[in-house]
């Protein structure tokens, strides 16, 4: 990892200890006995004592106040280094996408509503001369005779009594999680708000370019490694790892069993099976050992003959072969 320092020189803590300085030369004059005048005739003045005494109460106050900043500094330090550790590595929370919605809003009409009530009240009150009718309602079938009654009541019968509406909330895409710590906190108010010093915001640069030569590094040596050829034996792929995949080039190609291997495999084939076939059924007669023919892989079983070569079938995870 690449070692990047940024700040050499704490210029906020220089600035304080030169104020310190200036008053500490500021004291130095001031305790400094009084120069007698070399002139004959010539007198003190008596404001010079006054003067000795200002310039003692101005350094004084002076060193006070640099004694203040300074400790302040270094409380404003050690808080920008806590928050730095505390948030060094950390994301703010990752969102998740919320898909459209469409929902349907019922709003019902009361007064088309209302309306069909009175005429429903007022319908069977017309069609009766000596009904009673509410004498503060509006006379819906004022002069009208029966079959213009039943029209209008169907009419009003058929007023919508509520709207229907789509309302589609659109889709919001998903939003990552952003680290805590990053170049914003160095502009505007962020560098005064989150942290306090001069040396604290050096630090917090030197944090981001650190992270920033890692990332680099690490996808260099990604691009290296997604150019390098990985090969382990003749018998195995050949390819090269990116995204901490392996992305095969070159096929491996088995050797092919010498005659020793293959028969060394048959027989731990055959006494799998053997130990099978006791583990189902203890009386069942024993089995005598065969090789397989030459081109017939380790494993298959015999299932019948050819009938025009009259040689043995074998058959292997569906496929079937026919022994030299």
Known sequence: MPDINLAPTNYDLEAIQKRRRMAELLMQQAQQPLEMPQTPGVRISPVSGLAKLL?????????????????????DYLSDLGFLMRNAGKTTPATEAIPEKTETI?????????????ALRQSPARLDPNAAINPFEKQIFQGMDKGQTSEKLQEISQMPGQTVEERVTPAVPAIPGSPLLSPDLLSGNNANNYIK?????????????????????????????????????PE??????????????????????????????????????????????VGRPARAFERLPKGV???????????DTGKDVYKLNNELFVGD
């Open 55 to 75: 310039q003692t109460y101005t350094a004084n106050e002076k060193l006070k106040k640099a004694d203040i900043e300074e400790k302040q500094y270094q409380s």
């Open 106 to 118: 019922t709003t019902p009409i009361e007064a088309n509503r209302n309306f069909q009530e009175v």
């Open 197 to 233: 010093t001069g040396a604290g915001k050096m630090a917090l640069a030197q944090y981001l370019m650190q992270q920033q030569a890692q990332q680099q590094a690490a996808a260099q040596a990604e691009l290296v490694a997604s150019r390098q050829l990985q090969a382990f034996n």
């Open 236 to 281: 195995q792929n050949v390819g090269t790892f990116s995204g901490g995949q392996f992305k095969t080039i070159i096929q491996g190609q088995p050797k092919p069993m010498t005659d020793a291997q293959r028969l060394d495999a048959e027989l731990k084939q055959f006494a799998a099976e053997v130990e099978a076939d006791k583990a189902q059924d």
């Open 297 to 307: 892989p380790v494993g298959a079983k015999k299932i019948g003959k050819d009938k």
